[in-house]
């Protein structure tokens, strides 16, 4: 519903006869793809969901992930099919496009129009839309508290020595004993 409300106010944005410019292919497409869900939800309407169980589910990892719960962080090797133990954690990990603030603003143009433009993060960076990275606060082994530590699938960069730990294979619960 909310996407159809968005794409409905792109087309109408589109179209709006105050812009002097002409609707792009996009745009055009984006208005086409709005009606068409119109007729779509006329049709079909929404499901009848009544337990709204996926949405509890949310609301209570969302809740977990406020409470800078006690974790266990690993690696996955996925040659070998086995986690590598990193350490004790805080919290889940983050990964390194979620962004502290609105990924673009708006920029009027004129009396009418305007777009949108990529922002910068508080850091001054512009972050990608996604990236394979993931930051994980580690309990810091030679310390007392935790340290953010980044990861990616063949990077690590840690503030902090990581010792090595042996890689021992996931077991498969449905291999035959």
């Given amino acids: 519903m909310i996407r159809t409300i968005a794409l409905l106010g792109v087309s109408v944005f589109a179209l709006d006869p105050g812009c002097d410019e002409q609707p792009t292919v996009d745009q055009q497409q984006a208005a086409e793809q709005a009606r068409s869900l119109e007729q779509a939800h006329a049709k079909i309407g929404m499901p009848n969901i009544i337990n ?10 969302r809740e977990d992930c406020d409470t800078g719960i006690a974790t266990h962080a ?4 996925p040659m070998l099919g086995c986690l590598i133990y990193l350490g004790p954690a805080e919290g889940y990990a983050i990964p390194y496009a979620a962004q502290f603030t609105a990924p673009t603003k708006h920029v009027p ?17 512009f972050m990608p839309s996604s990236a394979e990275g993931t930051w994980v606060k580690l309990k810091d082994p030679n310390g ?6 980044y990861f990616e699938p063949r990077v690590v960069v840690s503030p ?9 294979p996931i077991s498969d619960p449905t291999a035959k004993k």
């Fill in 109 to 125: 143009a004129g009396n009418c129009c305007g777009y949108e433009q990529p922002q910068a993060e508080s850091n001054g960076l």
């Fill in 52 to 61: 709204f169980r996926e949405k509890e589910t949310l609301k209570e990892i």
């Fill in 160 to 168: 902090y020595r990581l010792t090595n730990v042996e890689c021992k």
């Fill in 74 to 77: 690993y690696l996955e090797n």
């Fill in 144 to 149: 007392t508290g935790t340290k953010s530590t």
